[in-house]
C-alpha cells in the first residue's frame, strides 16, 4: 500500500488538483487494496497568479478577529477562493457549506486562548481540502473518503501549534485504516485533536509528518511526496540539479536546514526502512528525490537559509568553567528556542536561533547572569550537506577556497566530527553570491 502527499501548490487550482488526483489513481493501481492520500490547504495558485496560501488567510483571519478587527474581506477571500475551485470542478458546493458556517460562527465568538484559537482557525484549510479531493475522487468514478486524522485515531498532546503525536496512536491508526472499505482514503494533515478533543496542528509544513506518520503506521510500501518542485534539488537556484538519491540521515539534515520537507517527517520513516520519493506533481513522470537508508558518497547539496541572527555570547568570569554552555543552552530551552549552529570556544559561543519568539527575553536573561551578547541580524546560512564528506579529503579547502575566490568573509563556521555537514555564516548580502559559488564548485565543474 502506498501513501501519497500532496503540497498546496499541487492543490492550487482546479487543474493542479485534477492533476493530483489522476496520479493517486495511477498509484492504486499498483497500490492494491487501496492508497492513502494526505493533503494539504489548497496553496498558492501559479497558473491565476494567486500568491496568498489558505492557511496564512486563514492565520491572519484569526489575528484580525481575536484582535476585534473585522476580517470580513478576509473571510470572503477564502470563501471565493474555495467556491472558484469547486465550482471549477464541476463539484457540488455545499459540501463546504459546513466548514464555511463554522468560521464565521468562530469569527463572531473567538476563544479565550490566542493560542487554541489559532490552531482551531488554521486547521479549517486542510478540512476543507480533503473534501474536495475526496469529491473530485469520486466523480472520478472512484470510490474514496474524506477523513481527519483523529476519524484514523491520531490524538496529539496540547501543544496547540506546534503538536507532538501520542505514541499509541500507532497502533489505532493501522487498524481503522485497515477496517475501511474505500479504495482511496482522503485525510487531511496539519491538524489534529488532543485527548479532550480540542483542535491542535503541527508546526507548518506538518503534512510531510502526517504522511510518514501514518505510512510507518501501516507498514506501507512507500510515501511519495508531491510537491512543484523535481525532488530534492542541489540548491535551490537557477541551475539547480535533482538529487537522485538521499540517505535518512543526509535528509534530516537539509530539512533542519529548510529544504522542502517537514524536519520531524524523516524520523518515522527511518524506523521502519520505507522510502520517501519527492515528486514533481506537475511533471510526474520525472524521477525525483529517493530517499532511503543508503546513498553514495557524493556531496548532495546546499541548503541555504537567509535572514538569520546571529548570537555571539561571552562571559569573562566563565571562561574555561565547567557549566558555561550549560547555562547558556538551558537558558534558551526555558524560553522555548531551538538552536541551530553553534561553534563555540573556551571563552565564547556563537549560535543560531531556530525560532525567534522569546528571544529578547532570553537575551535579557543571560545579559542578567553577567553575559555579553551580541546579536547580528540579517546573515545567511549555508550548509555543505553529504555522508561522503567524512571519506574525502579537501573538501573543507575546497568550500573555503570558492567562497575566498567570491570574495565572501565567512563570519563562522562549523563541522561536525561526523563531517555529514559543514555550516558557514556570511553577511546577508554575500548569501546568494556565497551559494553560486559553492554550487559551481562542487556541481557544475
Known amino acids: 500500500m502506498d501513501v501519497i502527499k500532496s503540497g498546496g501548490t499541487s492543490l492550487g487550482n482546479a487543474d493542479a488538483i485534477i492533476r493530483s488526483c489522476e496520479i493517486g489513481k495511477t498509484h492504486l493501481e499498483k497500490s492494491r487494496p487501496k492508497l492513502v492520500h494526505v493533503v494539504s490547504a489548497v496553496g ?86 480533503k473534501e474536495i479531493v475526496a469529491a473530485q475522487y469520486k466523480s472520478m468514478g472512484i470510490n474514496a473518503v474524506a477523513l481527519d486524522t483523529w476519524d484514523i485515531g491520531m ?144 556531496i548532495k547539496s546546499i541548503a541555504f537559509v537567509e535572514n538569520n541572527t546571529v548570537l555571539r555570547i561571552y562571559n569573562p568570569s566563565m571562561v574555561s568553567k565547567a557549566g558555561f554552555a550549560a547555562e547558556v543552552f538551558n537558558t534558551f530551552a526555558n524560553h522555548e528556542i531551538s538552536i541551530g549552529f553553534i561553534s563555540d570556544s573556551k571563552a565564547s559561543i556563537t549560535l543560531v536561533p531556530e525560532n525567534n519568539g522569546k528571544l529578547e527575553e532570553a537575551i535579557g536573561a543571560l545579559k542578567k547572569k553577567g553575559y555579553q551578547v551580541q546579536a547580528k541580524p540579517g546573515m545567511a546560512w549555508l550548509s555543505l550537506v553529504g555522508e561522503g564528506m567524512q571519506y574525502k579529503i579537501g573538501i573543507s579547502a575546497k568550500a573555503t577556497s570558492a567562497l575566498a575566490k567570491a570574495r565572501v568573509n565567512i563570519v563562522a563556521q562549523s563541522q561536525p566530527l561526523e563531517e555529514i555537514c559543514i555550516n558557514y555564516i556570511v553577511s546577508g548580502d554575500d548569501g546568494m553570491k556565497a551559494l553560486r559559488a559553492l554550487h559551481h564548485e562542487f556541481f557544475e565543474k
Open 44 to 129: 498558492t495558485d501559479k497558473k491565476n497568479d494567486i500568491n496568498t496560501k489558505v492557511t496564512d488567510a486563514l492565520k491572519t483571519l484569526a489575528e484580525q478577529e481575536y484582535n476585534n478587527k473585522s476580517g470580513n474581506a478576509q473571510h470572503e477571500w477564502l470563501i471565493q477562493r474555495h467556491d472558484k475551485v469547486v465550482s471549477e470542478l464541476k463539484l457540488d458546493g455545499a459540501i463546504l457549506d459546513t466548514y464555511f458556517s463554522e468560521i464565521k460562527k468562530r469569527c463572531e465568538k473567538p476563544l479565550r486562548n490566542y493560542q487554541q484559537y489559532l490552531a482551531l482557525m488554521m486547521s479549517f484549510g486542510e478540512r476543507i481540502s
Open 155 to 298: 490524538v496529539t498532546d496540547s501543544n496547540f501549534n506546534n503538536a507532538r503525536l501520542l505514541l499509541e496512536s500507532y497502533k489505532r491508526i493501522r487498524s481503522n485504516i485497515c477496517k475501511l472499505k474505500y479504495d482511496v482514503i482522503v485525510i487531511g494533515g496539519f491538524a489534529h485533536k488532543d485527548k479532550v478533543g480540542r483542535i491542535t496542528t503541527f508546526s507548518r509544513g506538518g503534512t510531510d509528518l502526517d504522511s510518514t506518520i501514518i505510512a510507518a503506521a501501516i507498514n506501507a510500501d512507500a510515501v511519495y511526496n508531491y510537491t512543484d518542485v523535481a525532488g530534492i534539488l542541489t540548491a535551490n537556484i537557477p541551475g539547480g540539479r535533482t538529487v537522485k538519491i538521499l540517505s535518512y540521515r543526509e535528509a534530516e539534515e537539509l530539512t533542519y536546514n529548510k529544504v522542502k520537507l517537514h524536519p520531524d517527517s524523516i524520523a518515522p520513516l527511518k524506523k521502519k526502512g520505507i522510502r520517501m520519493i519527492v515528486k514533481d506533481t506537475f511533471h510526474p513522470n520525472r524521477k525525483g528525490t529517493i530517499i532511503q537508508e543508503k546513498s553514495d558518497d557524493s
